[in-house]
Each structure stands twice: as structure tokens, then as C-alpha cells.
């Protein structure tokens, strides 16, 4: 590969002094060099870390270096025959704290030595079959060849003068997706970093789109916003995510301005309890900001009854925000598209590709059904996107997103609808919805534990709780000692990983299925490995 021409000593240190002096007026003695510094070595150090830096000189580099990262990447994953290796958080903040990092390695190949050690060896790998615990997918190719090109080529997607064709590919995407959300030709949206980010800019844009309203009130208008806030609420069911309360404290409503709706037996949120909750709050003069519906609940993967909350929500003139991060994959399913009826009805719709489309962390969007209501959140500032700009319909994505600087995740989903398709995506959901059918039969028919519900997208909560000798079950004070203890053992053991939740109080352990790979012998392999270690912890503690 090329290199730079290497200069003399005399030479370097003329042309750093010359640099300097020009950049410098205050340093006109180019002979005079201020104690301690040593121009000579430092241009020395500089010139030669220009040979990192990506450009065309460098792209042989870049390749070469690029390539022992993906192939380390390839042969771990080769070689891991499990999910986690059970490392403890004091062996690796040793390990890791013992790196000294003022002081380089020699090249690409030890760095990546080090890598072994502090990271590759005992990351979590969502990819293996016995993974199930959070709402974390194996990914796809096409889309690690997106992130791969992204990275490289570094577009910053908050103006049009930094993002040129990402600007565009975005906003296709964005009215691809609110086309399969049947949002209507008025919608828009903007990529996110998450659910919750996606979360809080539709409350922030619900809240002040109810401010506005508040402000039509001659005896309100001169109000600060402050002054505005205290009768707002927010009101999604006690199973909904917890960005909601965090959104809330943020947007400085506090946590107790969301009004926490009870959960039909299917934990979908009950329309007749929203009814009442809404009825009693504008009772007491407080004002209906938002109404969340979750569209798969991290729990229990309910989707709440879409078209009948969003009826209350208008009817009391809320904004309908759906939370779909988990439930959004369903938009592109050939068996359970159904599920995600009523969203066109929302009046914002959360969605995390990187959840149930398998694309890598971080890929989410918000979709507003009315684009215009995206001005809610605008802010024109003249040395980045001026309103001159938007007035000459430059398209500057800063306008809609509550980020200034912003990775073009949205390439991910390009390339993996390009080389997959849609429909590759949701027969990939799909199975995952169904293992998780097959696996609750399973759990449904087996003495030793209970489920807490029917599974109804690709979670199911349960728990541990035999009979025993005695011929009486497991006591649920006892079984709630007993299953953390299970989860902890058997993620120390690092031959699976598997969530816990609690339920009316109680512990549960969790399941969460978004591998297609997986099997029903993968799955019961794991519940096997629940019942012995439960075992094992009972006869411990009756042997004690």
C-alpha cells in the first residue's frame, strides 16, 4: 500500500515551525521553541496518524484492518458453543480496568488479542438458541453490511448539506413504514436511537400540541409553559413501558401526571377502565394529553385493543400514541399482521426495528399521522438549518428529530429490505410467534410450573413452583425465593440466558423468542435445565 514519504528530522521540524508561526502570529521566532515541546516528534506522530484516517490512500488499510475485525468476529462465533461464558462483573472490571490505554498496541492483530479478553470472549451472544431472555434479536446480514458502509462513509443526517441521498433513503423508508401502519398519505416521521427516545419526542410533540390548545383560552394564553403543565395527563396501562413515566418526568409533568389503567385477564388494557379513568379526570378539571397504547407489552406481548382506546382518546381530544417497539415487526407478518389493526387510527406510532425487523442496535422510528405536527418539536437555528431553508424546501431532518447528529441507521433496513424483502422479515417474526406457542403448550402441561398467561406474541412469563414430596406445591413465598435464584445460577453458568419479571407481586422467570433458529428441543432443553437447577436449589436448601 502507499505510504506517506517519510521527512528528516530538520525537514519535519522547519515545516511544523512554519506551520505554526502562520496559524500562530503571536510566534514569530520560529527558532524559539517553548520548553517542553519537541515539534519534531510531535509532526513525527501526526504524520503518522494520518495513516488511520479513512480516505483514498488509506482504503487498502481500511479493508486489511476491516477484515481481521470481521473475521475475528466470524471465528467467535464459530467457535461459541454457548450464549455466555458467566464471567462476574469483578473479574471483568478487573480485566478491563487493568488496560492501560494511554499506551497503543503495535497493531490491528493485538488489539484485537486484547479484545478476546475484555470483550469478545464473554459478550452475550444473542444469536445462540439458548438466549432467551430479552428483546434482543440475531441480526441479519444485509443489515451488518449497512452498518458497515454507514460507519465508513459517517453521514450525519440532520441536514441536507451532510446527508444528501441518506436524507432521501430515510424518507422513503419513513413513508414505506407509515404506509404499512395506515397512517395515510399526510404522515411522516424520523429515525430514532430506541423506543424510548421514539416514546418521548411523541409525548413531547403531544404535549405541546395540548399546551397550544390550552392556549386558546383568553385566560391562559399569556401562560408560560410551566404554568401550563400541572392539569396534563397521560394515562396507558399498567403493563406498558416504562419510558412512559420517564418521558413524563422529563417533559417536567413528573411521574405521577401518568394515570396507570388496569389490564383485562390478557393484560391488554381495558377500554371500560380507560373510560372511567378518563371520566374521573376531567371530573377534576385535569386535561387529557396523551393516551399510550402498547402494541406488544415487553411482558406479555399484548397488544391493547387499538381501535376502542383510540375512540376514548378522541373522544376526549388526547393525542393516540402506540407504543409498537416490540409489536411493529407485525406490519410486515404473513400470519399476524391483524394484531396491529386500528394503528392507522394513532396520531403517532412508536416502532424498533431493531427488536422484531433483526436489524443491530440502534434502528427505531417515530411515524406521525399528521405530518404537520412535527412543527411541534422545530427549531431553526441560523448556522445549521436555517427557516430560510425550510422555506425553500431544502429537506433538513433536524427539523423533525430532537438529535442534531444522527447515524444513517436507517441504511440497515434499506439494504435488508433490498436483499431480503418484507416478507422474509415477517416469516422470520412469525416463527418466533410460533415457537412461543408450542413452547407454552409445553410449559402449560408440565406439573412442575405455571404460566402466568397464554403467550401472544413471542414471550412467555412463567414460573417454577412443583409439588412436592409432601404432595403440597411449592409455597409462593418460597417460590419466590426460588426463582431468582434459578435465573442467577443458571446465567453463572452461562449455558442459557433467560429473563425475570414479577407478576402481581410475585417472581416470574420470562422467555423471550426472536430466534428462528430456534428449536422446540432448544427451548425444552432449557426448561429441563430450570427444573434440575430448581431442584438442586431445594435439595440444597433441605439438606442445609
Known amino acids: 500500500m502507499p505510504l506517506m514519504p517519510r521527512l528528516d528530522e530538520t525537514q519535519v521540524d522547519h515545516s511544523a515551525r512554519q506551520d505554526l508561526a502562520h496559524r500562530d502570529p503571536a510566534r514569530q521566532d ?27 490512500r488509506n482504503s487498502p488499510r481500511y479493508v486489511a484492518q476491516v477484515l481481521q475485525g470481521v473475521t475475528a468476529v466470524a471465528t467467535k462465533l464459530e467457535r461459541t458453543t454457548q450464549p455466555f461464558t458467566g464471567v462476574g462483573p469483578a473479574d471483568m472490571r ?37 438466549y432467551a431472555a430479552h428483546l434482543n434479536c440475531p441480526v441479519v ?14 453521514s450525519s443526517l440532520d441536514t441536507w448539506d451532510q446527508s444528501a441521498g441518506a436524507t432521501m433513503i430515510e424518507r422513503r423508508l419513513i413513508d414505506w413504514a407509515a404506509e404499512r401502519l395506515h397512517l395515510g398519505a399526510a404522515a411522516d416521521g424520523i429515525f430514532t436511537s430506541g423506543g424510548s427516545q421514539s416514546n418521548l419526542q411523541a409525548l413531547l410533540i403531544a404535549r405541546n400540541h395540548a399546551v397550544a390548545g390550552l392556549r386558546q383560552d383568553p385566560a391562559l394564553a399569556g401562560l408560560r409553559l410551566p404554568a401550563l403543565l400541572d392539569t396534563l395527563r397521560i394515562f396507558t396501562s399498567e403493563d406498558s413501558h416504562f419510558s412512559v413515566q420517564k418521558s413524563a418526568s422529563m417533559l417536567g409533568l413528573g411521574f405521577d401526571a401518568v394515570i396507570t ?13 380507560l373510560a372511567t379513568a378518563m371520566a374521573e379526570a376531567h371530573g377534576a378539571g385535569l386535561t387529557a394529553m396523551a393516551v399510550v397504547a402498547t402494541a406488544g407489552t415487553t411482558d406479555f406481548g399484548a397488544v391493547d385493543p387499538l381501535a376502542e382506546l383510540a375512540a376514548l382518546a378522541r373522544a376526549y381530544g388526547a393525542w393516540f400514541h402506540i407504543d409498537a417497539a416490540y409489536g411493529g415487526g407485525l406490519m410486515v407478518s404473513g400470519r399476524y399482521r391483524h394484531l396491529l389493526d386500528g394503528s392507522g387510527l394513532a396520531d403517532s406510532v412508536t416502532v424498533d426495528f431493531h427488536k422484531t425487523f433483526f436489524q443491530p442496535v ?6 406521525v399521522r399528521e405530518a404537520a405536527m412535527l412543527r411541534h418539536i422545530t427549531y431553526y437555528a441560523d448556522y445549521l438549518n436555517p427557516e430560510s431553508a425550510a422555506l425553500a424546501d431544502i429537506p433538513n431532518q433536524v427539523d423533525k428529530s430532537i438529535q442534531t447528529t444522527r447515524r444513517f441507521d436507517a441504511l440497515k433496513l434499506w439494504l435488508t429490505l433490498r436483499i431480503m424483502g418484507a416478507d ?3 416469516a422470520l417474526f412469525d416463527e418466533a410467534i410460533d415457537l412461543a406457542a408450542r413452547v407454552g403448550s409445553v410449559l402449560e402441561a408440565d406439573d412442575d410450573f405455571e404460566l402466568a398467561a397464554a403467550p401472544q406474541l413471542s414471550t412467555l412469563v412463567f414460573r417454577y413452583r412443583p409439588v412436592l414430596d409432601s404432595g403440597a406445591r411449592l409455597s409462593d413465598e418460597d417460590a419466590d425465593a426460588l ?25 416470574y422467570l420470562k422467555f423471550t423468542l426472536l430466534n ?6 432448544d427451548i425444552t432443553d432449557i426448561i429441563t435445565l430450570l427444573r434440575s437447577t430448581g431442584a438442586g436449589l431445594l435439595q440444597k436448601e433441605t439438606t442445609a
Open 30 to 56: 520560529l527558532n524559539a521553541v517553548p520548553q517542553g515541546e519537541d515539534f519534531g516528534s510531535r509532526v513525527e506522530l501526526a504524520l503518522g496518524a494520518t495513516n488511520h484516517l479513512l480516505n483514498a
Open 94 to 130: 478487573t480485566r478491563v480496568g487493568a488496560v492501560d490505554l494511554d499506551t497503543p498496541l503495535p497493531d490491528t492483530a493485538a488489539a484485537l488479542q486484547e479484545l478476546e479478553d475484555v470483550y469478545l470472549r464473554d459478550a452475550v451472544y444473542f444469536h445462540d438458541s439458548k
Open 483 to 507: 426463582n431468582p435464584a434459578i435465573r442467577a445460577a443458571i446465567f453463572a453458568s452461562g449455558k442459557a440466558v433467560v429473563a425475570g419479571t414479577k407478576v402481581g407481586g410475585r417472581h
Open 516 to 521: 428462528a433458529e430456534a428449536t422446540l428441543g
Open 141 to 154: 446480514i444485509p443489515a451488518l453490511v449497512g452498518e458497515a458502509i454507514l460507519s465508513a462513509v459517517n
Open 424 to 426: 422474509a422479515i415477517g
Open 261 to 273: 389503567v388496569p389490564c383485562s385477564a390478557d393484560h391488554r388494557m381495558d377500554p371500560a377502565a
Open 362 to 367: 440502534s434502528s427505531s422510528a417515530l411515524l
